[in-house]
Structure formats: structure tokens, C-alpha cells
């Protein structure tokens, strides 16, 4: 392919991959607290998109509980995304609290835990299912008042990009940039950062690690809420499951980038979307398993990905 | 000496840690070896790497004059290797029988389809596990409590169990490893007692790692010291307790 | 009694062929492993099935598919998938925990894709018009339900011989069952091997049992189904699995007649109409929470045993 089209398709991967990178952030945020994955991730990924949808005025379809249902308010899409984020960190705090919490305090095994929240994401999407039903939604007017394109090219080469897209890796990056600062200049950041490292010595220095651990799932909660707003915005809600598909791949992400990695993710999800959208639209059918090969791979040649921790078993 | 296992310039490595540090002995047969030192100086990493757990970045380990450097755990076992764990580590959620009987694995033959038929082969094997299991059980008289799980063992009853659990390997060498960590002086007496009734009973060589110097001094027939990872002191218990080496290593404590 | 069966024969069979894949993923659990891989080689296995009798042996429209070729394609579905197995258990069982579990749900998704694309497999449409052994749906039992009987006996049978210890002692604690001679690798395989051969042959009689067989038949979601009949019927006892599996998709069935109780809020209808999979969620989370072991536990059999024999 030449030239042009190859960056046009390096950046459509950047801004989906800038998505996956926020994505896989809720997973490795709470792996590198508790070293458990989180499947109920994917669940609140959806909740978001729904959340954003309902918080906008929209109104929900024909089938389900809430059928025809709209709030009587409605606000912008900026704000709808923010409150969609929101809702969705509140209940990645709930689920900790009724799923995770007991467990933790019983010293089940991890194993325990990934099946619940297996259960938890399984009942959430059929309980929106059973709410709004399986028709898809896309955000009415989202982008009102900017074109379709733009033309990011320089020097008179066109770089033609659907403006949906930049306008999901400026967001990303503002969630990004927003995360870097919360992480590295807050004392909830550092104390974060702290327990993920060593979670003995932090609590042996008084780290207050339940009151970390809600934190880190509302934000796991925050990003994977906006994650799911964006590949809303960027394809429209397909149906409660489309969190269930995307979540899997995030869990690719994960593993390339490095469980409990936070760069990790944002590498390993920028690499995947961009290996995503420079496969070749013959081949188009089988770019939903590039992420499961790369994740094989990963798995049988280096497991701790690209910039995860070896872990050293105690005998 | 009749060597049974010869460890050879042993180096082990974690990051940038020298955890065991070019530490060469031999251990004869027949003797009950002891292996002290301060916390941290590197004892379990040494039964980790001659039980195949780590491997070592440098040496040689020969048990009955083949190398075994490379070898994996289950083959050390089936070597004749056998050992229990500083943390005890059996199967909790498992019977005391079951426990014993799993270790006969090595020694026993019966596939996977001989023993969902129930061959008479395979029947004949299970009743002579079964058999040895319990003779075991009664050596630490938990014969009665056979079908019970070992979860909820006393701790000494566990310490106990483990140690037969790893005879039940038929083993030559038995590495013990802080047997008695947890129990009073009278429990310390017992089983020292124990230790040497199963070396004669079952012909062993026991390398015994282990905190408590006074039931060190008592039992073994020659003393290892390890200090950082290095080996500062090698000799009968008498020797090893006026070098001032292994004194000033110990002042410490 | 004979039009009951009739119109449940559907659903009998169907919740055989559930406790059998329940048990496929269960013969690896057994050695501490959890693997979702069971849907790939259930779809494998369907699709050997659906190829060679649609495609490479037809027979003649109408006349009954003969029961050595449904048999003869079982067994190839067995090695099949015991191979496959070995070739993706030797990297993959090196993973432990939910590294394992990754590795297996890549493995359903990648068969899912290639199912999708491949022409042999039919793309997205699938295969169809799969030949019928038999004249009704509850004929199907003569194989599902011996095949479960079966089953079902092997693996009790192994639970209490030398091979099924050595699988209790890796998954108790793989590092001290090494040092206790059993040779992590081979025996993790072993289960994994068997899970899979069950799981392929389950496929290979299921395709024609649903006459047509397509990428939707192995997917993610039957993990979570299977994984759901083992974690709330019993993860500790060859029991455990299969009466999960029977009960469990008899539920929507028991919930659908439930649903027609004459004067229930609407609300209430719709939710055990609609609401299955919202309740094997909650189920799932339940057990985690307060059944751990799953509904069957091995104490709870030895009170039956003791029950019976006083």
C-alpha cells in the first residue's frame, strides 16, 4: 500500500488504540492492586456507553423495561461522556463491594474471584438487556457543528481522518494526561502506585489499602465507562454484548502490554490497534482474532509481556 | 568418604542478590547432616536447588555420582530425593491417607485406564499403597484419623506427617527443613528421637536444616554453616561450635 | 408419559449434552487447571461431524444417517481434538492461572474467527442440513445418555485411582506434588487431553443432533455457561458438574412453566421469561460467595453415603 495510506491507517489505529490503552488501564490498574482480572470490566465498559446515552436525553427503544423511557433532561455530549464516567466508577465500586470485598476478606483464591466477577458481567449486560433491549444506539448529535473529515495532512500530503476519531484520541489523551497527573502528584496516586509495587510494605506504612482499593476500582470503573462511550461514539452501541467482544480484546492488551502495567497498557494498546488497522481489507475478516494471536503468542513466548514484572515464586 | 551427594561451587542469584554463594560440600551416606546460619543465609535456597525447585546459575550437584544439576523436581524425587518445606506444605484440603498414598506416585505403575477399570493389577497396587500409607500413619500414630483432611491437623501432627509423607517416597536422602521450627523442648526431644529411629529404620541419610542450634548439636554427625550465602564453617558439632567464625556470625542473633 | 417425552425430548437431551461439556472442563479443573477451551473443541469436533457427513460421506436426502458413521465420526473427533490439544497444551499449560484461562479463551476466539472465514466451515452462514441418525430428538439419548453414563463412570472411577491423586495433588499445590514425584507437565496435560476429547466428541453428536452447526456454537459465552454449570453444581466431585449441567438448563424450562402460573405480575413473567441469564449470573456470584466447593461437595456426598449405609 503507499505511503499515505499506511499513516492514515497508522493513525486510525493510534485513536483506537488509545481506547484500548484506556480500556486496558481499568484491567492492569486493579490487577496491579489485587493481581486479580476484573470481567465485570467489560460489563461496566457497557454501562458507560448507556449511561453516556441516557445522561444525553436520548431515548431508549422498543424493547425492554425502559422501553420508549428518556430522562427529562439532556445535556451535551462532553458532559453526558464525564457523567457517563462517573456512573460507571460508581459501580465499579459497587461490584467491589458485593463481589470482590467478601472474598478478600475470606482469602479466597484469585481463581474465586475472576469467576464472580465473571458472574457479575454476565448478570450486568443481561440486565440492560432486560432494561433497554439489544437494539443498537449511537449518540444523537454528538459532534454537532463539526465536519465529517479533517485534513491533518502537512505540506499539501492529505491525511484525510474521520473526525470521530480524532476526537476520540483527544479525549483519550486528556484522560490519559489526567491519569499521569493523578498518579504521579496526588497522595492517592503515589500510595497507588505504592501498593502495586510492594503491598506489604504499604500497608506496614500505613497505606490505607481498602479505602486505595475503592479508589482504584472507581477509576477502573471511570475509564472503562469512557472507553465505552468512545468505541460507542466511534461505531454506535451495537448491543448490550459489544462490551463482552471488546473486553476480550482489551485482555489482549493486557497481557502484551504486561499485567499490572500501567505504561504496559497504553504501549500494548496503541500497538494493538495499530496492528489491527494495518491488516489488509482482504484479510478484514480476521482482524477480531489478531488481537487473540498476538495474545497467544505473548502468553507462550514471554508472558509477562513487554513491561510486566517476572514473578518470583516463595517456596 | 562414601559420598551420596556432592554439592560443587553452588552459586543462585535473585536480581541482585547472591543468595547462595559458591557453597561446596559432601554428605555421606548414612550420616544425619545439619545445614545452620542466621535468617536470610541462604539454607532453603540451597534445598531449593538440590531438590530441582531454582535452578543454580553456576555448579554442580551429584547425587550417587550422577549430575542432577539440571534435573527437575518429580525427577530428584524419583532419584530418591525426598524433603518437607519451612512452611509445611501439604495437601490441606486432602486426607492424611491421601497424602501418604500420593507419594507412592514415583514408585507405582498403574495408568490411567488400568485404574478406572480396576484391573486386578491395578487392584493388587492400590491395597499395597494402601498398605504402606497406613504402616506410615502409625509410625507418627495418625492411623486413626486416616480419612481425615490434614487441613485441620495439629501443627505438630502436621510437621510429623510431612516428614513421613516423605518417606513414603522410599527415599535415600531426606532433606528436613526447619522440622522443628514452632515446637516446645519435650516436642524438640521427640523428634530428634524420631529423626534417628527413621535414619536407622529406613536406612536415610538426613541433611536437616535448622534454627535451633542445641537440637543441631545433639543430632547431626557433622555441622554445614552458612552465613550471606557462603559456607564459613564445615565440621562435627564440636568443631563448628568453637570457631569463632560461626560465633561471630551468630552474635547477631 | 410418551407425549411428555415427546415434547421434552429436545431438553432432555439437551441438558446430557450440557453435564458432558460440564465435565469436559471439570477433567482439567481436577488438576487445578481452569480451562474455557471447551467450546473450541466442541466446535472442532461439530464441525468433523457436519464436513464429513454433509460434504466428504453424504448420504441420500431422507434416508437415516447409520449409526456406525455417527460413531466412526465421534472417535475422529476424539483424536482430533486429543491432538490438538497436545499441541496447544504443551505451551499453554506452562501458564498457570488465569494466565492458563487467557490462554484458553484466545483459543475459543481464534476457532471462532476461523470458523467464520474458512469456506469449508460455510463462513458465516455455516453448515446445514446435517444428516439424522434418528427419528425423533429423544433418540439422540441412546448416544448422549450412554455417553454420559459412560463418562460419568470414567471419571469417578478416576477420581479415586492413582491418576485422579495426582491430579488432586497439582491442583492442591503443584510445587509440592513435583516434589512428591508427579511430573507437572505430563499429568496437567493428561486432564487437559481428556477434557478436550470429551468436549469434541460432545460436538461431533451435537451437530447432528441440531442439524446445523455454525461459528455461534463455540463461543465465549458457552465458557461462561459451562463454567457456570461446574461452579454452582460442584467443582470438587465428578457429581458436581453434571447435575449443574441438568439443572441448569432445565432452568429456563422450569422458569418458562413458572412464568405461565396464572395471576404473576407481569413484571415477574417477563423477568422468568427473559431474566435466565441475569439469574446464572447471580447464581455464579452466589456460589462464589457462599457455596465456594459448588451445590454437590464431597462432604455433602459422604453424609448421603453414611445416610444410606446406617
Redesign the interface.
Known amino acids: 500500500m503507499n505511503l499515505a495510506l499506511f499513516f492514515q491507517q497508522v493513525v486510525n489505529g493510534l485513536a483506537i488504540g488509545s481506547v484500548y490503552a484506556i480500556f486496558a488501564l481499568g484491567y492492569t490498574l486493579i490487577f496491579s492492586i489485587l493481581g486479580i482480572i476484573n470481567f465485570a470490566h467489560s460489563a461496566i465498559f457497557t454501562l458507560g456507553a448507556y449511561f453516556t446515552y441516557a445522561l444525553m436525553g436520548a431515548r431508549f427503544g422498543f424493547n425492554g423495561l425502559l422501553a420508549q423511557t428518556a430522562l427529562p433532561f439532556g445535556l451535551p455530549f462532553p458532559l453526558a461522556v464525564l457523567g457517563g464516567g462517573l456512573l460507571a466508577g460508581g459501580m465499579g465500586v459497587l461490584v467491589e463491594r458485593i463481589a470482590f470485598r467478601p472474598l478478600r476478606n475470606r482469602g479466597a483464591d484469585p481463581l474465586l474471584m475472576l469467576v464472580s466477577s465473571l458472574g457479575v458481567a454476565v448478570a450486568l449486560v443481561n440486565i440492560i438487556q432486560y432494561l433497554v433491549g439489544a437494539e443498537a444506539y449511537s449518540y444523537p448529535n454528538a459532534l454537532a457543528g463539526l465536519p465529517p473529515s479533517i485534513n491533518l495532512g502537512v505540506g499539501g500530503v492529505p491525511l484525510i481522518m474521520r473526525t470521530v476519531l480524532v476526537v476520540i484520541f483527544i479525549i483519550s489523551m486528556l484522560i490519559l494526561f489526567a491519569l499521569m497527573r493523578l498518579m504521579n502528584h496526588t497522595k492517592a496516586g503515589k500510595a497507588l502506585q505504592a501498593v502495586a509495587e510492594d503491598p506489604v510494605t504499604a500497608s506496614l506504612l500505613g497505606i490505607n489499602t481498602d479505602r486505595l482499593i475503592l479508589l482504584t476500582f472507581f477509576i477502573s470503573g471511570f475509564l472503562g465507562g469512557i472507553a465505552g462511550t468512545l468505541v460507542g461514539l466511534s461505531v454506535t452501541i451495537t448491543g448490550p454484548y459489544f462490551g463482552i467482544t471488546f473486553g476480550l480484546r482489551g485482555l489482549a492488551v493486557l497481557v502484551l502490554g504486561g499485567l499490572g502495567s500501567i505504561p504496559g497498557a497504553v504501549v500494548g494498546g496503541l500497538a494493538i490497534g495499530i496492528v489491527e488497522a494495518l491488516v489488509p481489507p482482504d484479510l478484514s475478516g480476521y482482524k477480531d482474532a489478531v488481537a487473540f494471536a498476538i495474545l497467544l503468542i505473548v502468553l507462550f513466548f514471554r508472558p509477562q509481556g513487554l513491561l510486566g514484572r517476572t514473578f518470583i515464586q516463595k517456596v | 568418604m562414601n559420598a551420596l551427594l556432592q554439592v560443587d561451587g553452588l552459586t543462585r542469584r535473585?536480581g541482585g542478590l547472591i543468595a547462595v554463594n559458591n557453597v561446596s560440600f559432601e554428605v555421606a551416606t548414612g550420616e544425619i547432616f545439619g545445614l545452620i546460619g542466621p535468617n536470610g543465609a541462604g539454607k532453603?535456597t540451597l534445598f531449593?536447588l538440590i531438590?530441582g525447585?531454582t535452578p543454580p546459575g553456576s555448579g554442580h550437584l551429584r547425587y550417587k555420582g550422577a549430575d542432577i544439576t539440571a534435573a527437575?523436581?518429580?525427577q530428584?524425587?524419583?532419584r530418591g530425593i525426598?524433603?518437607t518445606?519451612?512452611n509445611i506444605?501439604?495437601?490441606?484440603?486432602?486426607s492424611a491417607l491421601?497424602n501418604i498414598?500420593?507419594?507412592r506416585?514415583?514408585h507405582?505403575h498403574?495408568?490411567?485406564l488400568a485404574?478406572?477399570?480396576?484391573t486386578p493389577a491395578?487392584r493388587r497396587?492400590?491395597r499395597a499403597?494402601r498398605e504402606r500409607a497406613l504402616e506410615l500413619l502409625r509410625l507418627v500414630h495418625l492411623e486413626q484419623r486416616a480419612d481425615e483432611a490434614v487441613g485441620g491437623f495439629s501443627y505438630g501432627d502436621q510437621r510429623r506427617l510431612e516428614i513421613v509423607?516423605a518417606l513414603a517416597?522410599a527415599p535415600e536422602l531426606l532433606l528436613l527443613d526447619e522440622p522443628g521450627a514452632g515446637m516446645n523442648t519435650n516436642e524438640k526431644a521427640a523428634l530428634s528421637d524420631f529423626i534417628r529411629h527413621i535414619r536407622e529404620q529406613f536406612n536415610l541419610t538426613i541433611v536437616l536444616i535448622e534454627h535451633h542450634v542445641p537440637l543441631v548439636m545433639g543430632l547431626c554427625d557433622r555441622i554445614a554453616v552458612l552465613n550471606f550465602g557462603e559456607l564459613i564453617a564445615l565440621g562435627s558439632p564440636a568443631q563448628v561450635q568453637n570457631d569463632p567464625a560461626v560465633i561471630e556470625a551468630y552474635l547477631g542473633e | 408419559m410418551d407425549s411428555f417425552f415427546n415434547q421434552y425430548g429436545f431438553l432432555i437431551v439437551s441438558m446430557t449434552f450440557s453435564a458432558l461439556l460440564a465435565l469436559s472442563l471439570y477433567l482439567p479443573l481436577m488438576a487445578g487447571q481452569l480451562s474455557l477451551a471447551s467450546p473450541a473443541f466442541y466446535a472442532i469436533g461439530g464441525y468433523i461431524a457436519a464436513v464429513l457427513s454433509t460434504q466428504i460421506f453424504p448420504v441420500e436426502s431422507g434416508a437415516p444417517f447409520p449409526l456406525e458413521r455417527l460413531l466412526l465420526e465421534m472417535l475422529i473427533a476424539a483424536a482430533v481434538s486429543g491432538v490438538l490439544a497436545l499441541l496447544v497444551g504443551l505451551p499453554a499449560l506452562r501458564l498457570r492461572g488465569v494466565y492458563l484461562a487467557l490462554a484458553t479463551i484466545a483459543l475459543v476466539e481464534i476457532v471462532r474467527v476461523l470458523s467464520l472465514n474458512l469456506e469449508i466451515t460455510g463462513k458465516a452462514i455455516g453448515i446445514f442440513g446435517i444428516p439424522q441418525p434418528f427419528a425423533t430428538k429423544l433418540d439422540y439419548l441412546w448416544i448422549s445418555g450412554v455417553l454420559l453414563l459412560v463418562s460419568a463412570f470414567f471419571v469417578y472411577r478416576l477420581e479415586h485411582s492413582r491418576m485422579g491423586r495426582a491430579f488432586a495433588a497439582l491442583r492442591e499445590d503443584e510445587l509440592a506434588a513435583g516434589a512428591m514425584g508427579i511430573n507437572p507437565t505430563t499429568t496437567k496435560l493428561l486432564a487437559f487431553v481428556l477434557g478436550a476429547m470429551l468436549a469434541g466428541v460432545v460436538g461431533a453428536v451435537s451437530a447432528h443432533f441440531l442439524n446445523t452447526w455454525n461459528a455461534r456454537q463455540g463461543t465465549f459465552d458457552a465458557s461462561i455457561l459451562i463454567l457456570a454449570y461446574v461452579i454452582i453444581g460442584g467443582s470438587r466431585t465428578f457429581l458436581g458438574p453434571i447435575i449443574g449441567g441438568l439443572l441448569l438448563t432445565a432452568l429456563p424450562e422450569v422458569l418458562r412453566a413458572l412464568a405461565g402460573v396464572p395471576g404473576l405480575p407481569p413484571l415477574a413473567v417477563s423477568f422468568l421469561q427473559d431474566g435466565r441469564l441475569i439469574i446464572y449470573g447471580v447464581l455464579i456470584v452466589l456460589s462464589t460467595l457462599f457455596f465456594p466447593q459448588g451445590l454437590i461437595t464431597p462432604a455433602l456426598l459422604r453424609r448421603w453415603n453414611r445416610k444410606g449405609r446406617a
Open positions: 535473585f532453603t531449593n531438590t525447585l527437575k523436581p518429580h530428584i524425587a524419583a525426598a524433603r518445606f519451612q506444605r501439604l495437601f490441606s484440603g486432602l491421601d498414598r500420593i507419594a506416585h514415583v507405582t498403574t495408568g490411567t485404574g478406572v477399570l480396576r491395578a497396587e492400590e499403597v509423607r517416597l
